[in-house]
């Protein structure tokens, strides 16, 4: 696991990180500072770290004097932050990534793996624990629910969140857009989108009857006229065919 800290002094931005972190196999939170001066005091000196991620527009230190300070205490370092104006400062203290807010899950995992490339001797591991992903369950007081893909029927994309439809019955709402859930889902095939609002495992579609698709759990709807070309080439790929004349 690639150890990480994160310094920054607005809550939500910290969440966010928090959000992308549980759902990459490879990360671990050892901690979280919201006060620059507090980071500076108590940012292990002998603790082996692998990442910080650090705000830059902080009160009292920004993170580009942050940085001088504590660079050398992790093996990189990534800045986080909504001014793009400070991408040269970043590369002046050795910055190893910078992202800008907001960044997608996919931004951020592509720049965990450039900085961090997954040994091939790892691969199948690193395989077998992405099998599974962690979410917050909005209807259980924010639990953090441990879930397997092969498990998931459908992501629905309800107002400001997104209804996880499992097999087992339950609708788990995660503070997700369909978007992030694409990002998500984009190195799993089985995984397509055939409507704006829902994104289907297609490993649990019951049957296909003219413009209409009815799941496994009895969730139903008509394909969107923007899809239908992602339809098509699935069904032409999946639809046994008779050679016989």
């Given at each position: 696991?690639?150890?990480?800290?994160?310094?920054?002094?607005?809550?939500?931005?910290?969440?966010?990180?928090?959000?992308?972190?549980?759902?990459?196999?490879?990360?671990?939170?050892?901690?979280?500072?919201?006060?620059?001066?507090?980071?500076?005091?108590?940012?292990?000196?002998?603790?082996?770290?692998?990442?910080?991620?650090?705000?830059?527009?902080?009160?009292?230190?920004?993170?580009?004097?942050?940085?001088?300070?504590?660079?050398?205490?992790?093996?990189?370092l990534i800045f986080t932050t909504s001014h793009s104006q400070y991408a040269f400062d970043a590369y002046e203290v050795d910055g190893d990534a910078f992202l800008l807010k907001p960044y997608?899950?996919?931004?951020?995992?592509?720049?965990?793996?450039?900085?961090?490339?997954?040994?091939?001797?790892?691969?199948?591991?690193?395989?077998?624990?992405?099998?599974?992903?962690?979410?917050?369950?909005?209807?259980?007081?924010?639990?953090?629910?441990?879930?397997?893909?092969?498990?998931v029927i459908a992501f629905e994309s309800s107002n400001n969140y997104v209804k996880i439809h499992t097999r087992d019955d339950r609708q788990i709402t995660a503070y997700l857009t369909i978007?992030?859930?694409?990002?998500?889902?984009?190195?799993?095939?089985?995984?397509?989108?055939?409507?704006?609002?829902?994104?289907?495992?297609?490993?649990?579609?019951?049957?296909?009857?003219?413009?209409?698709?009815?799941?496994?759990?009895?969730?139903?709807?008509?394909?969107?006229?923007?899809?239908?070309?992602?339809?098509?080439?699935?069904?032409?790929?999946?639809?046994?065919?008779?050679?016989?004349?």
């Amino acid at each position: 696991m690639l150890k990480c800290v994160i310094i920054d002094d607005e809550q939500f931005s910290i969440d966010a990180i928090l959000k992308y972190i549980n759902l990459h196999s490879r990360l671990e939170v050892i901690n979280i500072f919201l006060d620059p001066l507090d980071a500076l005091n108590n940012v292990s000196l002998t603790e082996h770290i692998d990442i910080i991620f650090m705000d830059i527009d902080m009160p009292n230190l920004t993170g580009i004097e942050l940085a001088k300070a504590l660079r050398s205490r992790t093996a990189k370092l990534i800045f986080t932050t909504s001014h793009s104006q400070y991408a040269f400062d970043a590369y002046e203290v050795d910055g190893d990534a910078f992202l800008l807010k907001p960044y997608t899950f996919a931004k951020f995992s592509t720049t965990i793996n450039r900085l961090f490339p997954v040994d091939e001797r790892t691969t199948n591991a690193i395989l077998k624990i992405s099998d599974h992903f962690l979410v917050k369950n909005k209807e259980e007081n924010l639990r953090i629910i441990n879930l397997a893909f092969d498990d998931v029927i459908a992501f629905e994309s309800s107002n400001n969140y997104v209804k996880i439809h499992t097999r087992d019955d339950r609708q788990i709402t995660a503070y997700l857009t369909i978007k992030e859930v694409l990002d998500i889902v984009s190195s799993r095939k089985e995984f397509l989108q055939f409507h704006r609002a829902f994104i289907i495992s297609t490993k649990h579609i019951n049957y296909i009857e003219g413009n209409s698709i009815r799941l496994t759990n009895k969730l139903a709807f008509n394909i969107g006229e923007r899809y239908k070309n992602t339809f098509n080439a699935f069904l032409s790929e999946q639809l046994l065919k008779t050679t016989r004349k």
